[in-house]
């Protein structure tokens, strides 16, 4: 059942766009408007003690695992929920906005899971934050049919589950405000999904799951935690019924992975292996440290050895505690140069096989096409079982020096590494201003991640003398020509202008989309005032 009074009037500040009303109902915004009445306050405090975390960071205090929550590590013997209708099974999952054209392809790819993006693989612009919405509904209505944009159907490929992967705990949505500010960017995402369709995802034989981003520590998790119980509780849910993975994609959050699954243990489907936004983390929080500058991303491979010890320690935390453990997302974008194209699959296969072996219960992919060739390397390993979190890996012991052992993958930036960086930043910069959250860019996907690495990395190079500003300057003037002649239509001065400011700065933003989303994608008109639902 809706609420029955409104805490507080919800204002729509977006452009009204087709079918809007479809979402922005007033029985959902008051809902919204609850959630927000709960937890708003206590989102800022999460993020007042991030900022305290990392002062202390900043000040030399040693990052290790908490002695405070020592007895959860060592318990042996709680666990997590047993996993989920439509959830045991996650040897393939396939990730990426919530367009139509995305949703299309991902139900009809053969993997088990699709994950809507409204994080890193969506530019949020309102059309596309209450589009996509209005595309899980239709999933969920069964009003999106089984044909792929190219034509082709799938009529024996099982339909995935479907996970909703909303905005961080940073971000705001600033189309719907409350009392004159802007609304939770986690709130919306999640509240718009699970009010609309959380009844139609159980009736469908699944439920509303989730995957978390950007969760940096146990604080995080029990955010979270409450806002599913309650929600849950509004609606008349039976709590345990949403799941959500979380992406271990923050260096502290890799030192509070038992301390994650513990807080979200009646509602926890695992854990997942970030990899750009971990880098990116990594960079922020050790932005002081000359001993933690890295090389080329190219030279920066999984198997490096701390973040081989971050994906190990996930394996045997999420089994110990009867968790899926889901590896790191492959990127390539088959296109039409066919011997790049399978040198990219055999590293693929090659990466994918490693996880296998290494205990993961599935990875994640991000073009269909790489599907097939994903579920093989998990097929070879699983024998026809749905998982592998039986296989605990006792024999891992991962130390904190471990998680930062940083100085044996080290090397100095080359000028091709640094023209990469460039071409990329510019032209994802450019497509997200423009409403895209996933560009093509030399045979892969990247996404804001792909992205906030570059920005970063391009930074810590500058802040630790390893390029030169003249150089770097040099390098971009060329690829901001470069792009200009190659893309006409592109926004090259405001991508410029956002790199400028994000990359080139004298201290490091914390994220480029918080300062650009203000700028360029906020449209305001006057607000509408939404009436209490009362019964």
Known sequence: MPPTELTSAVQVLGTPGDRHDEILTPAALDFIGRLDAAFADRRLDLITERRRRAALLASGIPLDFSRATSAVRTDPDWRVAPPAPGLADRRVEIAGPPDRRTAL??????????????ADATSPTWDNIIGGQLNLLDISDRRLGLTAPRGERRPDAPVPALMVRPRGWHLTEQHLRIDGRPVPASLVDFGLFFFHCAARRIDAGHGPYFSLPQLENRYDARLWNDVFVLAQDLLGVPRGTIRATV?????????????????????SAGLHTGRGNYLASLIKNFAHRPDFVLPDRAKVTMTAPFLRACTELLVRTCHRRGAHAIGAMATHAPGRDAPSDEAALAGLRLDKEREAQDGFDGSQVAHPALVPACRAAFDAVLAGRPHQIEHTRDDVDVSAAHLLCIRRTSGPPTPEGIRSYLALALRYFDAWL??????????????????????VQIWQWLRHGAVTRDTVLGLLDTECAA?????PAACVAQARDLFDRTALSRDLPPFFTTDAYARHLVHRRTPVRRPAVRS
């Open 483 to 487: 792009f200009a002649r190659e893309d």
């Open 434 to 455: 423009r409403g895209r959250g996933t560009v093509t860019h030399c045979g892969a996907v990247a996404d804001a991640a792909t992205a906030e690495l570059a920005r």
């Open 247 to 267: 992406v271990i994609e923050t260096v502290t959050a890799a030192f509070e992975m038992e301390e994650i699954l513990y807080e979200l243990r009646e509602h």
């Open 105 to 118: 392809d991902a139900l009809t790819s053969g993997a088990q899971v699709w994950i809507a993006d409204f």
